[in-house]
């Protein structure tokens, strides 16, 4: 998730990759590359916490939510069940990079991220397939969100489960109900197709008193994502960009919207756009918006929005942005496995998943009748359209690779010719497949 309200492939030294397999080897268990393990001892109790569980534990994050969101929803609900646990909180920065705290041998026992940023993790081994545990501690993935599931597999190799969902993301088209006022338009429906959220869009595109307002901002990860694409064939390793209709079907939808008369000047964020100037009509978002909208109301100043479900593509109606899950992984250098797990399981027990929900949040739990507690501390929610929020269907995530980020990235580059009209569509997609090729094939050989 990208929760940039609350938040923002290293090489590993010799001494660092042999000081995990020595850690991993001591474990008696088992790591995502298949290491052989101890055979785990009686299940324990399904229900039942242990709360005389003593441990001094660490978790690691690198999505940079503030201290007072994890102090909330983690370490707080942790120490009050579990009053012999210190959970300390570790963030990503200078002296704290993952290749640098392997090679010290202070890696955390839990990491807290989302699958997208997960490479690097992958690539120093610290990925854990917790498999052993789960059947252990009788933790039944199928009353898990499945689609949350689905993707965490598709990190671990052959299946292996190397996390557990903690809450799951939703998304919406989050309007400014203001400029819709001004210039009598009327305000978006639920269900609406890409083509009918960009027409509307057209409406509120002008320029008034000095003013330049805009109907709709978007983005490409955004198309892709909501197609469930993935850039690399994981068999070939080969940049996908010319093998999928739906990248060049993204570029078209985009380009359709930025060929608006007043799009050509945008700001580089949404965010200011939507948020501060007033000047953007409609953002498709995941649910960081709302608690930025509360931390505005908190702050004395008001903001007369709602919410419709995410436009969709024609073939797909009612799917929304890509799965997207917060999850907790055991790291493979962990030396309290154990307790680590114990500690992730209550997290995704019913108390501090309720917390999550009324908090703006979906469990990861099947179970809908915590759902339906759904924004009650946050008045931010009253008497807004929450359909978009429990109808919509995530897109399934497209397959990931390690190699994500070149080929991402070659595509972004080339969509500003396409738009300038330097390049046609086809041209465009072409060179940056080759240019990704290019630079897959030298990370290959930097390795």
Request: aromatic share 10%.
């Amino acid at each position: 998730m990208k929760v940039d309200a609350w938040k923002g492939t290293a090489s590993l030294a010799a001494s660092g990759m042999l000081l995990l397999a020595v850690l991993t080897g001591c474990s008696g268990e088992k790591d995502a590359q298949g290491t052989t393990s101890e055979p785990p001892g009686p299940a324990a109790n399904t229900d039942a916490f242990d709360t005389n569980l003593s441990a001094h534990l660490s978790m690691y994050v690198d999505i940079s939510l503030p201290d007072e969101w994890y102090k909330k929803f983690v370490i707080d609900p942790v120490t009050k069940k579990f009053p012999n646990v210190q959970l300390d909180l570790i963030r990503k920065g200078k002296g704290t990079n993952p290749s640098e705290l392997v090679v010290a041998g202070t890696f955390p026992d839990i990491l807290y991220n989302s699958p997208p940023r997960l490479n690097e993790y992958k690539e120093l081994g610290l990925l854990y397939d917790m498999s052993d545990l789960i059947k252990k501690y009788q933790v039944d993935v199928n009353k898990l969100n499945q689609p949350a599931m689905d993707t965490i597999k598709q990190i671990g190799d052959q299946g292996q489960i190397v996390g557990l969902p903690f809450w799951v993301n939703w998304s919406a088209l989050y309007y400014n109900k203001d400029i819709f006022d001004k210039f009598g338009v009327a305000y978006p429906k639920d269900g609406m197709t890409w083509e009918e959220a960009i027409e509307l869009s057209r409406q509120l595109t002008r320029t008034d008193n000095g003013v330049n307002y805009r109907g709709l901002d978007q983005n490409l990860s955004g198309f892709t994502g909501q197609l469930s694409l993935g850039f690399v064939d994981p068999k070939t390793e080969k940049p996908a960009l010319l093998q999928e209709e739906g990248f060049k079907r993204s570029y078209e939808m985009l380009l359709e919207l930025y060929k608006i008369p007043g799009n050509e000047n945008r700001p580089s964020t949404p965010k200011d756009a939507f948020l501060k100037d007033r000047t953007l009509a409609m953002w498709p978002m995941y649910a960081d918006v709302p608690s930025w909208i509360s931390d505005l109301e908190a702050k004395g100043e008001t903001f007369n929005w709602d919410m419709a479900q995410m436009p969709s593509f024609k073939e797909a109606p009612g799917v929304s942005m890509a799965v997207d899950s917060h999850n907790l992984y055991v790291t493979s250098s962990s030396p309290n496995k154990e307790a680590a797990f114990q500690v992730i399981k209550y997290l995704l027990s019913e108390e501090p998943q309720l917390q999550l929900v009324k908090n703006g949040f979906l469990t990861s739990s099947t179970d809908q009748e915590i759902n339906k507690h759904f924004g009650e501390d946050m008045p931010v929610f009253k008497g807004k359209n929450l359909k978009p929020v429990f109808e919509s269907t995530p897109a399934p995530k497209g397959a990931l690779h390690k190699y994500d980020s070149i080929v991402s990235s070659e595509y972004n580059k080339a969509f500003p010719a396409v738009e300038s009209g330097s390049k046609d569509i086809n041209s465009a997609l072409r060179e940056a497949a080759e240019l990704a090729e290019k630079r897959i094939e030298e990370a290959k050989k930097a390795k």
